[in-house]
């Protein structure tokens, strides 16, 4: 399965279908894993498609929750900001770009939520190559943001949004933003 310990020759372990084995980082894995390498998220991901929530003119909204039950545990990969807090318990979004531009992706977090998130041009490619951003907490602004310049029309990005700690489990409104060409 994703995440488990596999044969990087195949001889003894074969990863499900769109993984291979291998070691993303040698200070965190001492031995190969199976880890997804498709551009689109594996059919058992659910993601939110973004592109349904439309709250206005080139604005995008949806409250999230990381209290729920259902959360999926690691599968979905890190981010390259994760701190040691991190729960492993990621949300996933979906997002066409609707038409060329900037657009900013925001989190806003109720009561004592505490975010992070990262965002992918590849679903299910865990890479610095596939990450356009990832953030903690950026400052001045409501918990964690992202800056995603010059996006093509039809171009799909996935927001993964994590807490940063079981504590900072809660509620949260994800925002996607349209800035400007």
């Not at 070691?23 to 894995?29: A, Q």
């Not at 409250?63 to 729960?87: F, L």
């Not at 949004?161 to 409104?173: H, I, L, M, P, R």
Request: net charge negative; hydrophobic share 30%.
């Amino acid at each position: 399965g994703i995440d488990d310990e596999c044969d990087s020759q195949s001889a003894r372990t074969v990863c499900p279908v769109g993984a291979e084995c291998f070691i993303t980082n040698p200070l965190i894995e001492q031995v190969p894993h199976c880890h997804m390498t498709g551009t689109a998220c594996p059919p058992e991901w659910t993601a939110v498609d973004m592109n349904g929530q439309q709250a206005g003119q080139n604005v995008w909204e949806y409250i999230g929750d990381q209290t729920r039950q259902d959360n999926h545990y690691g599968e979905h990969g890190r981010g390259t900001c994760e701190a040691w807090g991190h729960t492993g318990w990621n949300d996933l979004y979906e997002f066409t770009i609707p038409s060329d531009g900037n657009y900013t992706v925001f989190t806003y977090a109720f009561g004592a939520t505490d975010t992070f998130m990262f965002v992918r041009s590849e679903c299910g490619v865990e890479s610095d190559e596939a990450e356009l951003a990832c953030n903690d907490d950026e400052p001045g602004m409501p918990d964690s943001g992202a800056w995603l310049w010059n996006q093509n029309q039809g171009d799909k990005v996935y927001i993964f949004v994590d807490s940063a700690g079981f504590g900072g489990q809660g509620q949260y409104e994800l925002e996607i933003r349209r800035t400007g060409p």
